[in-house]
């Protein structure tokens, strides 16, 4: 113990271990280290070593070497550490503005392959358009937002923004350009009444261009305006020679290509500021091009309010909102809902309608909104239901459909597809896996086809007479088409015939099972039986 009593204040306020007694008009820190060092006993516990020090409170440490940490001694009061402040949310205060109904609504979107500069277009347009306090400016890392967009790179969700111009309001999409995700691209192009295709001076017509392209046609967008990008790192020549070929497949594709504004510029130079013809004057003669050539379609104003899904959020405190482009009808605060796709039918009341973070009362059709329903959790809805007025949707999973196999040329497989085909169908906002029925005595059916087919759906989805839809196999789109007639259900005994022909495929394609869906090992068995005997 006499060892110990030579400590000296140095050695002692090196760690925050110990503090003196409360009535003590000094305090010092005492170090553990420094005690292990002269007193070992003094850390078995001995509290007559401790109090002549004057030490209340004990902190027992860890080793250097993350050993456990050593008893605190006899007498000693744990140190109470301070409690930690409590998260809160923040709370928007900011009181929300009524949406003013003065101009006409219009819905456009960007479309074009990777890389071509459709995001920073957008932010373009908002930059521009923001100096003329006609929108608020979306930077590029505000429009792809999500930690796997800024970490790829590449737009994945369809992005909203809105402006104005001085005769129109703008619902702006951003869609996906990346191959690998056209299912979300088919979303944002069946909420556009116009589309801006974006090609790059550098590459010119790519894949997705033509994808996209057609895509937008087979959902029913007729007016595209064309942005080419990226002048500034191209020659004249090459310019001119990436909108011819633009011009050409506009018109193989059913466009008037002949007809349709085609501007030259640099979505980089608008969006900093240079003040050139391919810098901010371009982004001015696109939105100049936009609002005379693209129309306004006529709303269905007068049928009963239909709003597919494209997005589900839990707002804290608030409930749950669904997003999505309203088709047809009239919705208002108060009305009673039904939300009804993949085998549900929810019943619910719309509480709260906002466009764009602003306050609607009354949303009409064209209208991008989010409607806040009553009673219900995220999980209880999912992208691609649909929130109508209750009773005007049925469920249905077999119908008969006018198909067209898009050939090798137009973005198709060079493939035929045989009997129980089953590809993915997109329509509005959902996907569902499908079972191809061909028409009897057929086989094959070979690309560039057109024919009448039986489909029948893994779940039950709100359909109609008239509604178009889009086949896709792996990477590729392989048709379009639109219903013509709605089955009956499927029954229980159906759905196990389908199950069935879904692991014929499955063997067939591992080569256990031949064309006529038959084992192959138990036909050669018998074969090898028969030149046996």
Known sequence: MAASLRISLFSLEKGLLFSRSVASPTTSLASLNGLRNFCPEALRGSSAFLRPLGCRHYAAPTDKKGGAKVAAPKGAVPEKKPAAAEKKRPVDTTEKKTYSREKPHCNVGTIGHVDHGKTTLTAAITKVLSEENK???????????????????????????????DSRHYGHVDCPGHADYI?????????????????????????????????????????????????????????????????????????????????????????????????????????????????IPMRDLDKAFMLPIEHVHSIPGRGTVCTGLLERGVIKKGDPCE???????????????????????????????????????????????????????????????????????????????????RPVMFCRTWDCAVEVHLPPGKDLVMAGENGSFRVQMQKQMALEVGQRFTFRDGAHTISTGVITKIHPNLTDVQKKVMDLNRTKKLLYAEGKLDSNFKLIQANQGQKAKAKTN
């Open 339 to 421: 939300i009804v796709g993949y085998d549900k039918v929810i019943k619910s009341t719309v509480t709260g309608i906002e466009m764009f973070k602003q306050i609607l009362e009354r949303a009409e059709a064209g209208d991008q909104l989010g409607a806040l329903v009553r009673g219900l959790k995220r999980d209880d809805i999912r992208r691609g239901m649909i929130l109508c007025k209750p009773g005007t949707f049925q469920l249905y999973d077999h119908i008969e459909a006018q198909i067209y196999v898009l050939t090798k040329a137009e973005g198709g497989r060079d493939k035929p597809f045989t009997q129980y085909f």
């Open 135 to 165: 929108a608020k400016f979306s930077k590029y890392e505000d429009i792809d937002n999500a930690p796997e967009e800024r970490a790829r790179g590449i737009t994945i969700n369809a992005a909203h923004v809105e402006y104005q111009t």
């Open 183 to 295: 299912k979300n691209m088919i979303t944002g192009t069946a909420q556009m009444d116009g589309a801006i295709l974006v090609v790059a001076a550098t590459d010119g017509v790519m894949p997705q261009t033509r994808e996209h392209m057609i895509l937008a046609k087979q959902i029913g967008v007729e007016k595209i305006v064309v942005y080419i990008n990226k002048v500034d790192a191209a020659d004249k020549e090459m310019t001119e020679l990436v909108e011819m070929e633009i011009r050409e497949l506009m018109n193989d594709l059913g466009y008037k290509g002949d007809d349709s504004p085609v501007i030259h510029g640099s979505a980089l130079h608008a969006l900093q500021g240079t003040e050139d013809a391919i810098g901010k004057d371009s982004i001015r003669k696109l939105l100049a091009a936009v609002d005379s050539y693209v129309s």
